[in-house]
């Protein structure tokens, strides 16, 4: 049986969610998706397509969520999965924290640096500062 679109609804942002017969929650994708593969309710969907709309979809919504967070303030990677992780799934998560590493806006050896050199460094011991340096550098 093939997967067929059988709600969306617009949760603002560019963002919708579509429920698939079957499925046990909505699916977030953006809006973009649904114009580009003109999905619609009653649309009906190879099992093989669906899987990569889903992925494509949740790797860019992933991807803008994480740009969005490190525009606010400067992130770790831990930070950003943690952030990501409640709306996201597990492998969903990991291609977009690898796609924000490719495009060099997640970097934690060089976040790490400037948090040293930073004025809030300043005022904590420098073993602490060693700790988290090397535990951050470590990560990767």
Same mark, same amino acid.
């Given at each position: 049986m093939s997967p067929t679109v059988t709600g969306i609804e617009k949760r603002g942002q560019g963002v919708v969610a579509v429920t698939i017969d079957g499925g046990d929650r909505p699916t977030l994708l953006p809006i973009e998706a649904l114009i580009l593969h003109r999905l619609h309710e009653g649309s009906e969907l190879q099992p093989d397509a669906w899987e990569e709309i889903r992925a494509a979809g949740a790797l860019l919504l992933a991807t803008r969520r994480g740009l969005d967070l490190i525009a606010?303030?400067?992130?770790?990677?831990?930070?950003?999965?943690?952030?990501?992780?409640?709306? &996201? %799934?597990?492998?969903? +998560?990991?291609?977009?924290? %690898?796609?924000?590493? %490719?495009?060099? &806006?997640?970097?934690?050896?060089?976040?790490? %640096?400037?948090? +040293?050199?930073?004025?809030r460094a300043r005022t904590r011991g420098r073993s602490l500062l060693d700790r988290k340096s090397t535990r951050l550098n470590s990560s990767h």
């Open positions: 606010r303030k400067q992130r770790t990677e831990r930070d950003l999965r943690t952030a990501l992780a409640p709306d &996201f %799934e597990p492998a969903d +998560v990991d291609r977009a924290l %690898e796609r924000l590493h %490719e495009l060099g &806006f997640l970097d934690d050896r060089a976040w790490s %640096e400037r948090y +040293v050199a930073g004025d």
